[in-house]
C-alpha cells in the first residue's frame, strides 16, 4: 500500500511540474485556467484515493475479525463433534460388549440375573424376596417370593435361550427362517419344561413358576408367533414374563402382601381390643368399689357430724347448768 501512494505522489507532482512548465510556456489564460482545473482535479483524485484507502483498511480490519469469530465458532463446533464421536464410540463399543453378553449363555444367565434383581428390588420390600435360595430337592431358584398360603411361595428364573432367536433374526430365505422358527419354539418349550419340574415342588412351592425374559424382543417374537409355546406354558404353569409384564406382576404381588399384613394387623387390633376390653371391665368394677368406699365414708362422715351435733348439745346444756343454782338432788330419788 505505501509503494501504490509513492506512485500517485510521484504522479502527482509530475503532473504539477508539468503544469508549471505549460505556464511558463504558454500565455494563454485559457490555457492557464485548464490546467488549474487538471491541478484541482488531481488533488481531488489524491483526496478521493486517501479516503479510499482508508475504507479499505477498516474493511480489511472488520473482515479480518469476522473471520477471526467465525474460525473460533468452527473450532468449537468441531469439538462438540469430536466429544459426540467420542461418545458414539464408547456407545458401540457398549453394544458390542452387550452383544458378546448376550452371545455367552454363562453371561447371559448373569445379566438376566442382575435385571431380575434390579426388578424385583424396586418393586417389592426386602422380606418378601430371596435370590438364589435353595430347595429342598437340591436346586437353586434364581428368585424366590415369599407369598403366603395359598398360593405359596414363588421361584422366578432368570435363564433364557437365545441362540435360535438369533437365528431366526438372521435368516437369509424362507428354509432357514422355518428351521429356526422350529428351533426356538423346541428351545422354549425345553425351558418351560425344565422350569416346571425344577421349581414347582407341592407342599413346598407355590403350584406355578415364572419364566423371566430379559428381552422384550424375544417376549414379543414368542407372543406374535409362537401362540402355541405360549398355550403349552399355560398347561404346565409357567407363566413366561418380560421386564414390563414382571412389574406388573410384582405389583399386584405387593398388594397381594399389603392385604396379608393388613389382615394381620386387623387380627392383632382385635386381640388388643378384647384386651382393652377386659382393662375397662376391671376399671369400673374398681370405680363401682371406689364409689361404694365413698358412700360408706359419707356415711361415716354424717354419723360423725350427727354424734358432733349431739355433743355440742350436750355441751352446752352443761354450760347451761353451770349458770343455774339448782337444788342437790333428794336422797330419796325426788
Known sequence: M???ILVIALAVILLVGTAFFFVRRLSDQKTVESLQQLVGQV??????????????????????????????SITTRLNVIDEAQKKLTDLSSQVLGLQDILD?????GAFGEVQLENIVRNALPEQAYDFQAGLSNGKRADCLIRLPYPPGPIVIDAKFPLEAYHALRNAEDEMDRKQAERQFAGDIGKHVSAIAERYIIPGETAESALMFLPSEAVYAELHANHPNVVESSYQTRVW???????????NTIRAVLR?????EQAGLIQQEVARLMDDVERLAKRASNLKRHFNQAEDDVRQIETSAEKIIRRGEKIQALDMEETPPPSITGE
Open 2 to 4: 505505501d509503494i501504490f
Open 43 to 72: 488533488q481531488t483524485l489524491t483526496t478521493n484515493q486517501a479516503s479510499m484507502q482508508t475504507a479499505l483498511n477498516q474493511q480489511m480490519s472488520q473482515s479480518a475479525k469476522e473471520t477471526a469469530e467465525t474460525l473460533g
Open 104 to 108: 455367552n449363555k454363562q453371561a447371559r
Open 240 to 250: 413366561i414374563v418380560s421386564p414390563t409384564t414382571l412389574m406388573a406382576t410384582l
Open 259 to 263: 392385604d396379608v399384613k393388613m389382615r
